[in-house]
């Protein structure tokens, strides 16, 4: 089972070797650091040492003492920020908002991302009917759901802006199936679906029903690399869960690479959700999509 302590060792370690970093260029010696910036000694030790985190206004006069250079005080109180701002075990409403606008940063900033799921479409591709129609039986407001939808939609911008981001969707082929918001609003899924598959830096793969046990069947995830380092979302009910320890991260590539071994090829996974689609709809079987779905090799 993927189950794993949720923890944010990986930023805690780049906070304290960038402090170490900062007072060695400094050259100054922990106790010299210590009356610049009235921290103990002790204190100093532990910042470093990762055994505790600095907070950020600690960390300001640490970079002021230091006399960092602008950008390297930059990074360094952006990843101190982040730290504190970031829920990494989300159980209540505003650790959820928190939560949410943290891994819009991290999607914003990744150069890849990874998505396993098994019960409906990735957020990154779905469509606002689609998107819509889940959240109408959230019992939300009217505003509600169209202030979701839209942030929903506005996240796919790292797919369509001019540095796109390396999106590998691994999608259940039950997930296909699902009517969510009715035929209609499932076809025109369907085909966003095909139309992201041509796409280069996109890289659509369903997994077939009827697998022997995998990774995978211990729930859906989101891995998400970039410049900072790398952390997976799980989403769970009424709670969600960040990871960013290297073992565990290891874990989920792995569960990655064996999800991948499973699933169709890209040309079998297009023709899986266009025979879908003629399922769906008869109408639709003779009919030519307007955008091509030729999909890339590998």
């Not at 910036?37 to 950020?56: D, H, V």
């Not at 300001?60 to 101190?80: F, G, R």
């Not at 407001?141 to 939609?153: H, K, L, S």
Request: proline share 6%.
């Amino acid at each position: 089972m993927l189950c794993f302590m949720a923890g944010n060792k990986q930023v805690d370690t780049k906070i304290a070797d960038g402090l170490r970093a900062a007072r060695s260029a400094a050259r100054l010696n922990v106790r010299q650091l210590s009356a610049k910036t009235g921290l103990s000694t002790a204190t100093i030790s532990r910042f470093e040492n990762a055994k505790r985190r600095p907070e950020l206004g600690q960390v300001k006069a640490w970079m002021v003492a230091c006399q960092a250079p602008p950008e390297q005080a930059s990074h360094l109180l952006e990843l101190t920020e982040r730290s504190e701002r970031f829920p990494w075990v989300a159980t209540t409403l505003p650790d959820h908002r928190k939560q949410t606008a943290a891994l819009i940063r991290a999607e914003r900033t990744a150069t890849s991302i990874v998505e396993w799921s098994t019960h409906v479409v990735p957020g990154l591709l779905q469509t606002s009917e689609y998107a819509r129609a889940m959240m109408a039986r959230a019992r939300l407001t009217e505003d509600e759901i169209e202030n979701r939808v839209a942030m929903r939609i506005g996240r796919q911008v790292v797919l369509t802006g001019p540095q796109p981001v390396r999106f590998t969707a691994l999608i259940a082929e039950g997930v296909l199936g699902q009517l969510i918001g009715g035929p209609a609003v499932m076809v025109a899924q369907l085909r966003r679906l095909l139309e992201a598959s041509s796409m280069p830096h996109i890289h659509l793969r369903v997994v077939p029903q009827g697998t022997d046990w995998h990774r995978g069947m211990d729930g859906d995830f989101v891995l998400i690399k970039g410049e900072i380092g790398a952390m997976v979302h799980v989403g769970i009910p009424r709670s969600a869960l960040i990871f960013d320890r290297q073992p565990d991260i290891d874990l989920f590539e792995a569960a990655a690479e064996e999800i991948l071994k499973l699933a169709m090829t890209p040309a079998e996974s297009s023709a899986v959700i266009q025979d879908m689609i003629n399922r769906v709809d008869p109408q639709l079987e003779d009919d030519q999509p307007s955008w091509s779905t030729a999909v890339p090799a590998g």
